[in-house]
Each structure stands twice: as structure tokens, then as C-alpha cells.
């Protein structure tokens, strides 16, 4: 079974799209791709 691990903290998860999100709210700020640029 393969896993994608998070470059910036090591998490593991199963596939990309739970990295890609994980990276987005966790990494990058919630809201920031979205557009939501209210609290920036």
C-alpha cells in the first residue's frame, strides 16, 4: 500500500488528494486557495 508523505512534516497519508488538502490547511493557510483572502 502505497503513502504519500508530507514534505514539510512527515505525516503520512493514503492517498494525494489527502496530502494536497493536508498541505493546503495545514502548510499554507485555510482559506488561501479558495480565495478567501480576508484574513491576509
Known amino acids: 500500500m502505497e503513502h504519500f508523505v508530507c514534505p514539510y512534516c512527515g505525516s503520512t497519508f493514503k ?3 489527502l496530502l ?3 498541505i493546503d490547511r495545514v502548510h499554507l493557510g485555510s482559506g488561501l486557495l479558495e480565495g478567501d483572502v480576508r484574513k491576509y
Open 15 to 17: 492517498t494525494a488528494e
Open 20 to 22: 494536497s488538502k493536508h
